[in-house]
Every structure is written in structure tokens, then in C-alpha cells.
T-cell receptor
Framework: GDSVTQKQGQVTLSEDDFLFINCTYS??????LLWYVQYLGQGPQLLLK?????NKGISRGFEATYDKGTTSFHLQKASVQESDSAVYFC?????????FGAGTKLSVKP | EAGVTQSPRYAVLQEGQAVSFWCDPI?????LYWYQQPRDQGPQLLVY????????NSQLPSDRFSAVRPKGTNSTLKIQSAKQGDTATYLC?????????????FGPGTRLLVL
């Protein structure tokens, strides 16, 4: 079945540092790959989606790219701010129900 | 436009007690999902509906959990006899269609603690 693996459980950065979070996936089809952000006490909200057609998505200063060759996709941001502190999830969507990774907790120090 | 609403926001139970969670999706969204999110983990699908029909409940522990969406709008998830391992946040989500170009919107969740 479809699966997604997100190994970085926690990342601690200082403001203006570069962020990079990676996920790998396994599927037999051509999925849409998603990044969600979850702030404390809230449900996840969609940050970015990447499809096989576009290979890249950009939103709110975050960029997601997708590498079919290595079946991986990652989230990056050139300069993080304290307000970016949250949990980030990658997910795989194959026209049914999105399947989520374990999440990466980002803490940004002022 | 109102988002996905869930109630209650918190629940505390003793083992063996029953509890129900209620979800009101975004108006017009035909697909509704229930996820379980244990502490420090990602959401894990329990069940999802298209209109009133169950599409996938393979991850729902059927001996104690049940979910319904009788009119294709609101939904209820029930735990018949809660266990400590059920401690988690229960998230409801909806989307307009079932294809991956449609965005999935989550409610704030119900945090369940089973003592």
C-alpha cells in the first residue's frame, strides 16, 4: 500500500536560518504530494501541494519540490522566523484519503 | 464560509466508558474523514465517507469504534468502551470531492484522555 516516511522528528533553528525537511514515499501510481502545517491546538492546514505535472510548489516563502527518481520530496525555506514554529507533515494523496508522515516539530529561536 | 467544526473539544473518560465525537463539515463537501492523531505522531486514517457511504474503514477498530454519516452531512464517531490506548486527538476533515486536486480542510480536533 501507499506509505510516506518522515524521519526528522525535531528541528531547532535560529531566526533567518535555512530550513530543509525531507520525506520519502512509496506508491505504485503518480500521487500528489502535500505539506501541512499544524500549530498548537489546531488541526493541520495545507501549506503546499506538488504534483507530477509541476514538480514544485511555492507558498508563504516555503518551497516544495518532488524527485520522482528518488521518490522523495522536501520542504525548504530560505529564512525561518519564530512564527514558523509548528509541526510540519508530509502526506501522499492518491485520489482517496491522504496518508501522513510522522511529522517534524520545528522550533525557531528568536 | 464556516470551517469544519467539531465537538466536544476535550473529553476525559475512565476506561470502559463510551464517548461520541461530532463533526460538521464545510457545506457542500461530499467527502468526510476521521483521523486519529496520537501525541507526537501524524494523523492516521480511521474511516472516510463519500456522501453517506463508507469508502474505507479498514483501519477502524470495529469491535469498539463506529462511525456514521446518515444524511451525507454531519458525522458521529463513537468509541463504545474506551481504552487508555485510545488517548489521542480525533480530527475530522472534509473536502469538496475525492480527487487530489481538492483541498482537505481539518477541524480543530477533539482531545481525548482515557484514564
Amino acid at each position: 500500500g501507499d506509505s510516506v516516511t518522515q524521519k526528522q522528528g525535531q528541528v531547532t533553528l535560529s531566526e533567518d536560518d535555512f530550513l530543509f525537511i525531507n520525506c520519502t514515499y512509496s506508491t505504485t501510481t503518480y500521487p500528489t504530494l502535500l505539506w501541512y502545517v499544524q500549530y498548537l491546538g489546531q488541526g493541520p492546514q495545507l501549506l503546499l501541494k506538488v504534483t507530477t505535472a509541476n514538480n514544485k510548489g511555492i507558498s508563504r516563502g516555503f518551497e516544495a519540490t518532488y524527485d520522482k527518481g528518488t521518490t522523495s520530496f522536501h520542504l525548504q525555506k530560505a529564512s525561518v522566523q519564530e512564527s514558523d514554529s509548528a509541526v510540519y507533515f508530509c502526506a501522499l494523496d492518491n485520489n482517496n484519503a491522504p496518508r501522513f508522515g510522522a511529522g517534524t516539530k520545528l522550533s525557531v529561536k528568536p | 464560509e464556516a470551517g469544519v467544526t467539531q465537538s466536544p473539544r476535550y473529553a476525559v473518560l475512565q476506561e470502559g466508558q463510551a464517548v461520541s465525537f461530532w463533526c460538521d463539515p464545510i457545506s457542500g463537501h461530499d467527502t468526510l474523514y476521521w483521523y486519529q492523531q496520537p501525541r507526537d505522531q501524524g494523523p492516521q486514517l480511521l474511516v472516510y465517507f463519500r456522501d453517506e457511504a463508507v469508502i474505507d474503514n479498514s483501519q477502524l477498530p470495529s469491535d469498539r469504534f463506529s462511525a456514521v454519516r446518515p444524511k451525507g452531512t454531519n458525522s458521529t464517531l463513537k468509541i463504545q468502551s474506551a481504552k487508555q490506548g485510545d488517548t489521542a486527538t480525533y480530527l475530522c476533515a472534509s473536502r469538496a470531492g475525492h480527487f487530489n486536486q481538492d483541498t482537505q480542510y481539518f477541524g480543530p480536533g477533539t482531545r481525548l484522555l482515557v484514564l
